[in-house]
């Protein structure tokens, strides 16, 4: 005799994809349970005292162009329930030797004014096209494969034949080292190989949002994405259990449908999915450095001072060789780091005149050794005296990222690589990426469409599978 549904939906794991996928469940209507094993809500967007008290760290994910950008969250009243978006005047600054910057800014003009004469011109005509268009461009971006016709086909066409190259394809439109490293930075945030297809559109995507939406963080830190979530599917009806750990499905209460926000790996041992995601990889690791420091970071280029982001590699070389050793299993040397300097923007996050900053470098998945001093090296190129301010440091390998979230397996803080045809169909090739073999079990983690990032966007278009699925189950009924 089968149990008495006592939820028409249960979410395991409460990041921001799970509560998102619930949300949008409770919002169609449904009774919603969602179980966290950690002892708050949040994932890869937390925020923690992880050196000193008082200072407010992000242990993951801090600064959020496609959060602020995400079509879900801007239909959803997060404001209300805390969620407040700082934008530092420069977006992201990208620092060379000489004490000059490339300044990813909030408009294409000054963006373009940073690179030089030369290579303004190709960086108006690179991105000027899509400026204005975010709306319609973040839909067809974030929407799951097989899904109809874009909303805006000839942009979305033109953009996709543009970025669907690598990233170095788009480089050699640009005369001058200075373009061609801010675009190897942003196509970093992949985590992959410079010369993997679709960097390029990585590179743009991110470029795009600054100047559409900006880079923000969330005032407080990011916790307070997540706590916003939980707000809203609270009022909305919806119950969040912290501290369970789920291990089999039969652990769960009777419902309709189970939503897991988890790897693809432990959905496939928690509901006995046998090999289903067999040929899913995971990526490189990396090595976060969590900072309380006496003052703010000393860049020698002043953009850099201003900025909440700040990507540190001199040349196109420089990052691709960084990125290639991180991949290919070897351990760092001169690596890229991505930097955020919160405090910029919001003093609340440290005790008066202090700063909270963190920076990461790639390294092979999971990888076991000490980077603390090459990314200190590396920073101190370009912010000399960056240790003496340095107060305290929480130091996370790969190791220390799996314990803290279940999902980066071996420290794969993108749920899954970038590269070959999973950069598009991930976890598996398969009309629904959401759905799995066993009816009514579905996957919602950054493993599924459109990916890593704070955005929600997987756990959206997990819950339209799922609502999609209970009205066949209940017409066939």
């Known amino acids: 005799m089968s149990r008495a549904v006592v939820a028409d939906a249960v979410v395991v794991g409460a990041g921001p994809n799970g509560l998102t996928a619930a949300v949008e469940l409770a919002r169609a209507g449904l009774s919603v349970q969602v179980y966290e094993a950690a002892d708050t809500v949040g994932g890869g967007a937390r925020t923690e005292e992880l050196t000193l008290p008082g200072f407010r760290h992000d242990p993951c994910s801090a600064v ?20 407040e978006w700082l934008q530092p005047r420069v977006p992201m600054a990208h ?55 874009p909303k805006d086909p000839y942009r979305f066409a033109r953009f996709g034949l543009t970025g669907l190259p690598p990233v170095g394809v788009l480089a050699l439109r640009f005369h001058d080292a200075k373009a061609r490293a801010l675009l190897a930075g942003l196509a970093g945030h992949a985590i992959a190989r410079l010369r993997e297809p679709l960097t390029g559109a990585m590179a743009m995507m991110f470029a795009l949002a600054a100047h559409e939406r900006g880079w923000p963080v969330a005032r407080g830190g990011s916790q307070a994405i997540s706590d916003a979530l939980a707000a809203h599917l609270t009022e909305l009806g919806g119950a969040v259990t912290t501290g369970v750990t789920v291990r089999k499905l039969d652990e769960l209460p ?32 990396v090595f976060k450095i969590d900072y309380a420091l006496d003052g703010p970071v000393p860049w020698t280029a002043p953009a850099a001072r201003e900025a909440g982001t700040v990507h540190v590699g001199p040349t196109y070389t420089e990052i691709g060789d960084a990125l290639d050793r991180a991949v290919t299993g070897r351990p760092p040397q001169t690596p890229f780091l991505i930097t955020s300097q919160p405090t910029v923007v919001d003093p ?17 998945r999971g990888w076991h050794g000490d980077a603390t001093d090459a990314v200190e090296r590396q920073i101190e190129r370009f912010a000399p005296g960056f240790r003496d301010l340095v107060l305290a440091r929480a130091v996370t390998g790969p190791a220390g990222l799996a314990a803290r979230n279940a999902n980066y397996v071996e420290g794969d803080i993108a749920c899954g690589a970038f590269s070959g045809l999973q950069t598009v169909l991930r976890p598996r090739l398969a009309a629904i990426p959401y759905a799995t073999r066993r009816p009514g079990v579905f996957l919602c983690s950054a493993a ?21 699925h209970l009205r066949r189950a209940a017409a066939r009924s």
């Open 254 to 285: 009777p419902a309709r449908a189970y939503v897991f926000d988890t790897s693809p790996s432990a959905l496939a041992r928690i509901a006995a999915l046998g090999d289903a995601y067999r040929g899913y990889r995971h990526g490189p690791s």
């Open 448 to 468: 599924t469409p459109p990916g890593p990032g704070v955005h929600g966007m997987s756990g959206h278009n997990a819950a339209k599978a799922v609502l999609r």
């Open 64 to 83: 959020h162009p496609f959060g602020i950008g995400s079509p879900v969250f801007s239909a959803l009243p997060l404001a209300r329930h805390g969620l």
């Open 348 to 364: 609340s996050r440290a005790p008066e005149g202090k700063h909270v900053f963190w920076a990461y470098a790639h390294v092979p």
């Open 95 to 149: 620092p060379f030797p000489d004490g000059t910057a490339a300044v990813l800014g909030r408009t294409v003009g000054e963006t373009a004014a940073s690179l030089g004469p030369r290579d303004a011109p190709a960086y108006r005509k690179l991105l000027a096209p899509y400026v204005g268009h975010w709306e319609t461009l973040a839909a067809d971006f974030f929407r799951p494969p097989w899904s109809g016709l």
